[in-house]
Every structure is written in structure tokens, then in C-alpha cells.
């Protein structure tokens, strides 16, 4: 199946710092991927819809100028959490959307692990 | 906001037992969709059911869908221990066909050894 890294898989940050995290789709071109915030215990929280080559679309309650995204080419998107607090510690997931005449599949990375001391 | 809900919120058996998880939510769907998440980990898709299906099998997963209860139920069967993980719903919104999906909020699944 299709593969999608994430890029670093943990990374501890002091507070007021930014953070920069990589979703790569490996084996296949994502027109669209997405942005998921997952708390302890918690579901998926959508945070923003990323289309390469457009702005972000972002839901209701997530900053835009916060939670920044690029979606450069259709193999990357890149998600930079500025001025990182404690609150923002979470786990940070993507996904990469690839769909055609009989598909459309969203597929998953690994999450990266987001800690603010 | 997280539309769909998900029942049990945590579920212990002995291996060998069948686990049952369901699933409702609240708008019209294109399809219906079953993840599995180890603890940490990612995301893996299991199974997607259309909205003009009834049921589907996947090797040990069954799924039904009811769209006029609005609601998925998604069965295990001989529960293996290395099927301990968290389960989830997602439904891709018919308004939004593709564009999203909304995840439930998830069932915990333990099967003893």
C-alpha cells in the first residue's frame, strides 16, 4: 500500500520555540493532505486541509498564523508550529489523499510525538 | 467537531472471543471507514464500507452499515492479543465527499492472552 512518512517522529522543544514537521508521501503524488492534532486518549481533530499549491483551508478554532502549512509540491507538506506553549504538546498526525476514477483513499503517517517544556 | 460515537469507549476479552465495536453518526455519508491505531502509533486503515452497502469482510473483520439508523458496527472475530489497540470510526461526510473525514471517538480494545 501506500506509504507516508513523517518527519521527525518526536522531537521536545522549549516553550516560545517553532517547531517544523514533514509529511511526505512516498510512492505516490497527494493533491491533498491533511493535518490531525490527537490528544492522549483522544480522536483525531481535524486542524487544517493542505492543497499543493493553494492556502490551507483551516477549521473553525485552529490559527492559521500558529499552525502554519505549506504544501510546496505533491509529495510534501510541512506543518510549523510557531511559537510553541506547553498546551501545544500533542501528537501530530498527516494524511495524504490519493483518489482516481475507482479510489479515493486517505493514507496515514506514523504521527509525530510534540512535547513543550 | 467530531460527529461520529463510538461504543464501546473500552472493551477487555479473552483471546479467542469476538469483540464488537459500534459506531453512529449524525449526517449523511459517501462511505464509511474503520482504523486501527497502536498505542503512539499511526493510523491504519482496515476497511471502507459505501453508503450502498450493507455489509463487508475482510479476512477476521465484518462490517455493517446501517444508513437509516446511522450507524457501523465493526466485528472481530477469534480476537487474537495482538489485536489490543484503538479502534476508530470515520465518516466521509456526503457534503464534503472526499474532502474529509470526522472520526469517532474511538474505541479501546484489550484481549487478554
Known amino acids: 500500500g501506500a506509504v507516508v512518512s513523517q518527519h521527525p517522529s518526536r522531537v521536545i522543544c522549549k516553550s516560545g520555540t517553532s517547531v517544523k514537521i514533514e509529511c511526505r508521501s512516498l510512492?505516490?503524488?497527494?493533491?491533498?493532505m491533511f493535518w490531525y492534532r490527537q490528544f492522549p486518549k483522544q480522536s483525531l481533530m481535524l486542524m487544517a486541509t493542505?492543497?499543493?499549491?493553494?492556502?490551507?483551508?483551516?477549521e473553525q478554532g485552529v490559527e492559521k498564523d500558529k499552525f502554519l502549512i505549506n504544501h510546496a509540491s505533491l509529495t510534501l507538506s510541512t506543518l510549523t508550529v510557531t511559537s510553541a506553549h506547553p498546551e501545544d504538546s500533542s501528537f501530530y498526525i498527516c494524511?495524504?489523499?490519493?483518489?482516481?476514477?475507482?479510489?479515493?483513499?486517505?493514507?496515514f503517517g506514523p504521527g509525530t510525538r510534540l512535547t513543550v517544556l | 467537531s467530531q460527529q461520529g460515537e463510538e461504543d464501546p469507549q473500552a472493551l477487555s476479552i479473552q483471546e479467542g472471543e469476538n469483540a464488537t465495536m459500534n459506531c453512529s453518526y449524525k449526517?449523511?455519508?459517501?462511505?464509511l471507514q474503520w482504523y486501527r491505531q497502536n498505542s503512539g502509533r499511526g493510523l491504519v486503515h482496515l476497511i471502507l464500507?459505501?453508503?450502498?452497502?450493507r455489509e463487508k469482510h475482510s479476512g477476521r473483520l465484518r462490517v455493517t452499515l446501517d444508513t437509516s439508523k446511522k450507524s457501523s458496527s465493526l466485528l472481530i472475530t477469534a480476537s487474537r492479543a495482538a489485536d489490543t489497540a484503538s479502534y476508530f470510526c470515520?465518516?466521509?461526510?456526503?457534503?464534503?465527499?472526499?474532502?474529509?473525514?470526522?472520526f469517532g471517538e474511538g474505541t479501546q480494545l484489550t484481549v487478554n492472552p
Open positions: 510512492d505516490f503524488q497527494a493533491t491533498t
Open positions: 464500507i459505501r453508503s450502498n452497502e
Open positions: 470515520a465518516t466521509d461526510p456526503l457534503e464534503t465527499s472526499g474532502s474529509r473525514l470526522t
Open positions: 494524511s495524504a489523499r490519493t483518489w482516481g476514477p475507482y479510489t479515493d483513499t486517505q493514507y
Open positions: 493542505s492543497n499543493e499549491g493553494s492556502k490551507a483551508t483551516y
Open positions: 449526517t449523511s455519508i459517501n462511505n
